[in-house]
T-cell receptor, first 111, second 118 residues
């Protein structure tokens, strides 16, 4: 069964600090992995998308990494801002185009 | 570009009534649209996949007679929750895939619709 597990479930960080979110998956055959940011009461917005051959992808202060061998990905947020408070969702696409969603990590940035 | 809108953004209705939610791709034509449901502190759950001009494909456990999906054009899909009950209260999100891409190669999500059934 294709699964995507994210950790931690939630975290609180101070403004300006960095944090790293984890995503482990068992989706096979793998097609791509995406990280989305979802503000409360809003739809998800794409941050990064990585295919099998890509190890890292950046989007501003967000940097995603992918290790396709160990089936792990991380999302690093640098110099966090209050607007980074949101849920971050890891989504893995299988070769048959089915998407598997992680439960998300809720990030709270405090001043 | 690639904006998806939903209407309404929130709706409150009485138990037993029907509610229609619209999903529109504003600046592109969508081959496929998807409907998701999200309960508090949980991830998105795919309800159905809809292709323009054909019947929607529902995920296991989703009642097709309760959640009616119409995808009449390449820019509009509607989800009608029929005879709504309090347990149908949830956050409903649609997404759309532009024409020319793989079926789920790029999904653009709408802002969601909060449904509360009293």
């Amino acid at each position: 069964k294709n699964q995507v597990e994210q950790s931690p479930q939630s975290l609180i960080i101070l403004e300006g600090k960095n944090c790293t979110l984890q995503c482990n998956y068992t989706v096979s055959p793998f097609s791509n992995l995406r990280w989305y940011k979802q503000d409360t009461g809003r739809g998800p917005v794409s941050l990064t998308i990585m295919t099998f051959s890509e190890n890292t992808k950046s989007n501003g202060r967000y940097t995603a990494t992918l290790d396709a061998d160990t089936k792990q990905s991380s999302l690093h947020i640098t110099a966090s801002q209050l607007s980074d408070s949101a849920s971050y969702i890891c989504v893995v696409s299988a070769a048959d185009y089915k998407l598997s969603f992680g439960a998300g990590t809720t990030v709270t940035v405090r001043a | 570009g690639a904006v998806v809108s939903q209407h309404p953004s929130w709706v409150i209705c009485k138990s037993g009534t029907s509610v229609k939610i619209e999903c529109r791709s504003l600046d592109f034509q969508a081959t496929t649209m998807f409907w998701y449901r999200q309960f508090p502190k949980q991830s998105l759950m795919l309800m159905a996949t809809s292709n323009e001009g054909s019947k929607a494909t529902y995920e296991q456990g989703v009642e097709k007679d309760k959640f009616l999906i119409n995808h009449a054009s390449l820019t509009l899909s509607t989800l009608t929750v029929t005879s709504a009950h309090p347990e149908d209260s949830s956050f409903y999100i649609c997404s759309a895939t532009p024409m020319g891409g793989a079926s789920t190669d790029t999904q653009y999500f709408g802002p969601g619709t909060r449904l509360t059934v009293l």
